[in-house]
């Protein structure tokens, strides 16, 4: 049996949509708060790898997904290079601001791949025990998102001070995002030759520019990293995931070498099949909230979403990740139907 997000990818025929959920590890598993509650720290919990190995399969335990996802975060990359990163209880992520480029010079790449060491040994051991149907995404955050992070401090804001800082000083800006570039780069090439076999690039926060920084900002730093990643590893396939980029989803698919598009869910189905679908793998589009609602709207939304895209090539997943007060049993019958889909 082969893998069929793999052969979803390659745009090769599949018995049925292959699925897997953003944040399919996470809150709203009772398993996931009861080992989440043995570490105060959620990058320490990230950075073990035995706990990291165990909330990467619990929601395949309950789901059989067709792949499973690293069980990490995107912020890793600042801690990695440097920035004090904490995230606290009831408030997410919270960073020492990078303001200037006295902040940048103290970002260093020299010792950052060593301080990602434990998440190269969960990912080895991971590898090791997914079955032969069952495929391993690594992922990072794209470099905007990522720089969103650490120049804003938080999450929750409009980003006024990262655009102030890329439309007004943008030289010193492309400076930043050739660091995350780079690393973000050596990063996913290591993910993959330690046994991941799908990456995923997160720019949640795509949405905030207008067309010519879109361009620069957006597809440029995807580009490249995806550039780096397959001159190592050329038959890796990547998804991007540039949420809420609206019609710039079309110029991302044409211009980053992406093998999959993920898009959030106020793309209309139809649209994305018309316009992404003869160049990239859709992937998507379930609204968060309405698997958080459930029920019949829930179901019909599945409906409609299987029916239109699963003609071409197309991989089940939401518009965003599982919201933490989602029932379970929402995501089982969401898989429920997934797996019962057949056209006929
Ligand atoms: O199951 C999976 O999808 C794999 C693990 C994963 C996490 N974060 C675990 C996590 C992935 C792929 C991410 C990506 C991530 N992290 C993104 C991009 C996707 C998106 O949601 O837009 C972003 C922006 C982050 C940064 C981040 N991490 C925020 C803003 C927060 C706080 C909000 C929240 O949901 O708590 C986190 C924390 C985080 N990352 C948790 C998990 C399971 C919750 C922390 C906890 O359990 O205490």
Redesign the pocket.
């Known amino acids: 049996m082969t893998k069929r997000i793999l052969q979803a990818l390659k745009r090769e025929a599949v018995d049925r949509p292959p699925f897997w959920?953003?944040?399919?590890?996470?809150?709203y598993l009772p398993e996931?708060?009861e080992i989440?509650a043995t570490a105060e720290n959620?990058l320490d919990?990230?950075y073990t790898p035995e706990k990291a190995l165990e909330?990467?399969l619990q929601?395949l335990r309950r789901y059989q997904m067709d792949a499973a996802?690293?069980?990490?975060?995107?912020?890793v990359i600042p801690d990695a290079l440097g920035q004090s990163v904490a995230?606290r209880?009831g408030e997410?992520?919270v960073l020492e601001a990078i303001t200037d480029d006295v902040g940048l010079d103290r970002l260093s790449l020299e010792t950052f791949e060593a301080a990602l060491e434990p998440v190269f040994e969960a990912i080895r051991r991971i590898s090791a025990v997914l079955d032969d149907e069952t495929a391993l995404i690594g992922?990072a955050?794209a470099p905007w998102?990522v720089a969103l992070?650490m120049i804003e401090g938080r999450?929750?804001t409009e980003g006024t001070n990262i655009r102030t800082w890329a439309a007004t000083r943008a030289e010193s800006f492309q400076r930043l995002m050739d660091i995350l570039v780079e690393a973000t780069t050596r990063y996913l090439v290591r993910q993959v030759s330690e046994g991941a076999e799908v990456l995923?690039l997160?720019d949640?926060?795509a949405g905030l520019l207008p067309e010519d920084q879109f361009q620069r900002w957006i597809i440029e730093p995807n580009r490249r990293i995806v550039e780096g990643v397959k001159a190592i590893h050329p038959d890796v396939p990547i998804i991007g995931?540039p949420?809420n980029a609206g019609v710039m989803y079309r110029a991302f698919a044409d211009q980053t070498g992406v093998d999959g598009i993920g898009i959030d869910h106020t793309v209309p189905v139809s649209w994305a099949a018309k316009e992404l679908q003869p160049i990239c793998t859709v992937q998507g589009n379930l609204d968060n909230h309405l698997l958080l609602a459930g029920g019949e709207a829930m179901e019909r939304a599945v409906q409609n979403i299987l029916e239109v895209l699963s003609d071409g090539p197309f991989i089940f997943n939401l518009g965003?990740?599982?919201l933490?007060p989602t029932s379970p049993d929402h995501v089982g019958r969401v898989a429920e139907m997934i797996r019962n889909w057949n056209q006929s």
């Open positions: 959920l953003m944040r399919q590890a996470g809150r996931y708060r989440r959620f919990f990230c909330v990467t929601p996802i690293l069980f990490s975060d995107i912020l995230f209880q997410g992520p992922f955050g998102t992070y999450g929750g995923q997160f949640s926060w995931f949420r965003h990740g599982v933490p």
